[in-house]
């Protein structure tokens, strides 16, 4: 559904607000939809940089670049995990 609507290439990003009011769903059902169709193995990528928004990867190295800041996403989750978890040591129960 949602790679059928998406343009090819970063510089054609679309924010999620434009892709929510095309499709007429909630930006919740958005990121579901996008993460269910990436796990189908639809090469959907999406940037923060110049031209934020969701796109279609245009060729291997914007899908591989996108892996890239997943894993670099997904080590800072890790740290505030663990940052979180440290503190919890630190509050009082009850």
Do not use: D
């Given at each position: 559904?949602?790679?059928?609507?998406?343009?090819?290439?970063?510089?054609?990003?679309?924010?999620s607000?434009?892709?929510?009011?095309?499709?007429?769903?909630?930006?919740?059902?958005?990121?579901?939809?996008?993460?269910?169709?990436?796990?189908?193995?639809?090469?959907?990528?999406?940037?923060?940089?110049?031209?934020?928004?969701?796109?279609?990867?245009?060729?291997?190295?914007?899908?591989?670049?996108f892996?890239?800041?997943?894993?670099?996403?997904?080590?800072?989750?890790?740290?505030?995990?663990r940052?979180?978890?440290?503190?919890?040591?630190?509050?009082?129960?009850?």
């Open positions: 559904m949602i790679h059928e609507v998406l343009l090819t290439g970063a510089e054609n990003a679309q924010s607000r434009e892709l929510c009011s095309m499709l007429r769903i909630s930006p919740r059902a958005l990121t579901a939809a996008v993460e269910l169709e990436r796990r189908e193995g639809q090469p959907i990528c999406s940037s923060t940089g110049a031209n934020p928004g969701y796109f279609l990867a245009a060729n291997r190295e914007e899908m591989e670049g892996c890239r800041s997943l894993y670099h996403r997904a080590g800072e989750i890790h740290k505030t995990r940052a979180c978890l440290k503190t919890l040591e630190t509050l009082p129960t009850k």
